[in-house]
């Protein structure tokens, strides 16, 4: 994950993106409405892709009360055409705070 560990954590004023493995895996099941085992291989095989380089996703959190309120990256990557598939998942939230994560990570 060398070439991509500088991308951790992104910060806009309202919102911290980290990797996943940095947030409590019980708050990750429950926002994923998985249950701890499957969560668990969820994070280990979305970090291993990172790794390879074929995906980069972080978990979302709220910096003023510290809730993990979605995730969202690329979810698909092909670096060498210089393409990929970006994304937001989790709780729906205000169109304001949508557009400050599109504006500040964009």
């Not at 969560?39 to 510290?66: C, F, P, V």
């Amino acid at each position: 994950m060398s070439s991509f560990e500088g991308y951790h954590p992104l910060l806009t004023p309202s919102f911290r993106f980290d990797w996943l493995t940095r947030f409590k895996l019980k708050n990750v099941a429950t926002l994923t409405n998985r249950d701890l085992a499957e969560t668990a291989d969820w994070i280990n095989n979305t970090m291993r892709s990172t790794m390879k380089e074929s995906t980069l996703t972080w978990g979302i959190e709220r910096r003023r009360t510290h809730k993990l309120v979605g995730w969202g990256g690329f979810f698909t990557l092909d670096l060498p055409a210089h393409t990929g598939h970006a994304g937001l998942e989790g709780k729906r939230l205000p169109i304001n705070e949508q557009q400050e994560i599109v504006e500040q990570t964009g």
